[in-house]
Each structure stands twice: as structure tokens, then as C-alpha cells.
């Protein structure tokens, strides 16, 4: 059965103190991994794709890459609005497009 | 242009009441998506639709709920009769191209039932 694991389930930083989310996965074959944001009462927002092992996306202080495993978001200097559960998700190559979603971690930036 | 709206945005009802959600996708996307999110773990895929024909309803977890998409544009959920188990999160999120994973979500609609 595929797996998405998170970790680590909840992490506080103080602003401006960097760090990295996992994402961890066991499936039969990766199409492609998501990251999504999703904040108090909304629905997740997307925000990155990765295809292949040694992929990389950045939008402003975030950073998604990508090994055979597991998947890190690496969270640059950051700032109280950056407060948010971030999710993982995963498509499985040879069958339905249907993301499975791990269970997110939930991040706290202190000011 | 508008996102992905649903209504309500809350409900409580009692077990064994009927509940409906509804789900206004992004204009334009043939995809619909619904899943569930119950509390201290994952969303969960309930089902997918492509314009008005159910592509995947492989997560349906049993015949009290019913998924219909008229004339492919807005959808409904709807759970006769609500049992406890039922009560978490349901998200709805609308595609244009399933292949790219990257889908546009509601805001949601917290069911609680007691």
C-alpha cells in the first residue's frame, strides 16, 4: 500500500531561524510529488511539483527537493506569515492520478 | 476569477438527519474532486469526476453517500443518514488536467455530527 509519512508533526521556530519539513514515501512507482500550504480554515494551496530525483523548486523562502525516498521542504529566514500545515502528497505512476496525502506538519513562526 | 467555493461552510446536524454539500468548481475545469479529512489524519480521496461522469469512486466509504454533478458544472455530497463517523472536513477541489496533480481546493465544509 503507498505511504506518505511527515515529520515532524508539528515544529515552532523562531523568525528568521531556518529548517526542513520531510516527507517520506513508499510507493510503487513516484509520478510526481506535491507540496501544498494550508492555512487555518482553508483549503490546501498549492504550491510545488517534483517529477524526478534531484529536482528542486523555490518560491521566495521555500525550497522542495527530491531523492528515490522522501522529499524536503526547506524553509529559509522564516517569517511569522510563512504559519501554516504543510502537505505532501504523492501521484502513483501506472495507475489513477489521485494524489495520496500525508499527514501534514504544522508549522508555527514565533516573531 | 473566482476559486473553488463550497457551501456550507459549517454543520451540525444529528445522526440519522441527511446533510448536502455543494461544491462550485473553478470555471472551465472538467475535473471534481472530493475528499475528507477527518481529524488527526490524512485527506482522504472520497471520489472524482470528469465533467458529469464519476471517473473514480473508489473512495465512497459506503452507499449513505451520494455524489452527483449536474450538467458538469456544481456538485453535491450528499450523506443519508449521517452517521458519527462521518463528521470531519470535506474538501472539494476542481482540475483542468488531472495528469499535472495540481489541484485547486475549496475552503471546506466542517461536518459534525452528534
Known amino acids: 500500500e503507498d505511504q506518505v509519512t511527515q515529520s515532524p508533526e508539528a515544529l515552532r521556530l523562531q523568525e528568521g531561524e531556518s529548517s526542513s519539513l520531510n516527507c517520506s514515501y513508499t510507493?510503487?512507482?513516484?509520478?510526481?510529488l506535491f507540496w501544498y500550504r494550508q492555512d487555518p480554515g482553508k483549503g490546501p494551496e498549492f504550491l510545488f511539483t517534483l517529477y524526478s530525483a534531484g529536482e528542486e523548486k523555490e518560491k521566495e523562502r521555500l525550497k522542495a527537493t527530491l531523492t528515490k525516498k522522501e522529499s524536503f521542504l526547506h524553509i529559509t529566514a522564516p517569517k511569522p506569515e510563512d504559519s501554516a500545515t504543510y502537505l505532501c502528497?504523492?501521484?502513483?505512476?501506472?495507475?489513477?492520478?489521485?494524489?495520496?496525502f500525508g499527514r501534514g506538519t504544522s508549522l508555527i513562526v514565533h516573531p | 476569477e473566482a476559486g473553488v467555493t463550497q457551501f456550507p461552510s459549517h454543520s451540525v446536524i444529528e445522526k440519522g438527519q441527511t446533510v448536502t454539500l455543494r461544491c462550485d468548481p473553478i470555471s472551465g475545469h472538467d475535473n471534481l474532486y472530493w475528499y475528507r479529512r477527518v481529524m488527526g489524519k490524512e485527506i482522504k480521496f472520497l471520489l472524482h469526476f470528469v465533467k458529469e461522469s464519476k471517473q473514480d469512486e473508489s473512495g465512497m466509504p459506503n452507499n449513505r453517500f451520494l455524489a452527483e454533478r449536474t450538467g458538469g458544472t456544481y456538485s453535491t455530497l450528499k450523506v443519508q443518514p449521517a452517521e458519527l463517523e462521518d463528521s470531519g472536513v470535506y474538501f472539494c477541489?476542481?482540475?483542468?488536467?488531472?495528469?499535472?496533480?495540481?489541484?485547486?481546493f475549496g475552503p471546506g465544509t466542517r461536518l459534525l455530527v452528534l
Open positions: 510507493v510503487s512507482g513516484l509520478r510526481g
Open positions: 477541489a476542481s482540475s483542468q488536467e488531472p495528469r499535472t496533480g495540481t489541484q485547486y
Open positions: 502528497a504523492v501521484q502513483v505512476s501506472g495507475g489513477s492520478y489521485i494524489p495520496t
